[in-house]
């Protein structure tokens, strides 16, 4: 990456409210071989929380706020420092693939990314066994998004986020994830 394009990176970064990614993290991002684990952005509450309509309406659950939609817009930062992603999965719940379309311009639902606390215990283990082997396979390639949820992001990293928070880490054989930094909406 040219000099040039790390100050631009930095300078979005320093200018932007979500400039919790430092440089060395975009640095990291562009060398490919990354994820992005994001947890849906802010939502207008909790009460419909728990609830994915099987037909996609999204009148049925619980939707992004005006903030969460601001924020989620705020991680086109990404792209315009030239970081590319191979691949973009979403929960199929309508808070999570809103943001995930903002924030990345493209996403493609995967149903292992279904919030945790929906699914038996055995449904839960293969869910978040499926998305270890995902990111495995894309160990030392091209980099890779998930927006979920809070429990499926602990489960995959042990790290707590909050909404619109997102982490980036180096993705190891096996799937393991390294921390390397924390986006805060």
């Known amino acids: 990456m040219n000099r040039a394009a790390l100050t631009l990176a930095s300078a979005l970064l320093v200018a932007m ?4 990614a430092d440089e060395a993290a975009i ?3 562009m060398q490919g071989g990354h994820a992005i ?3 849906h952005a802010k939502t207008s509450g909790h009460s419909k929380a728990l609830v994915l309509d099987p037909q996609g309406n999204c009148a049925n659950e619980e939707n992004l706020s005006d903030e969460g939609r601001a924020q989620a817009q705020r991680l086109k ?3 315009k420092a030239g970081v590319k ?11 999570a693939r809103d943001t995930a379309q903002l924030a990345f311009g493209k996403a493609s639902v995967d149903q292992n990314l279904t919030a945790l606390e929906i699914g038996s215990k055995e449904q839960v283990q293969s869910r978040t066994k499926q998305m270890t082997e995902l990111l495995g396979r894309h160990a030392g390639k091209g980099n890779v998004a998930l927006v979920t949820h809070r429990p499926n992001i602990d489960a995959l990293t042990m790290e707590l986020v909050e909404e619109g928070e997102a982490l980036v880490a180096k993705i190891q054989p096996g799937g393991t994830l390294d921390m390397i930094a924390r986006i805060r909406p």
Do not use: G, N, Q
């Open 17 to 20: 409210p979500i400039a919790h």
């Open 27 to 29: 640095k990291a991002m």
């Open 37 to 39: 684990l994001m947890r």
């Open 77 to 79: 930062m990404l792209d």
């Open 85 to 95: 992603f191979e691949t973009v999965l979403t929960s199929p719940f309508c808070r």
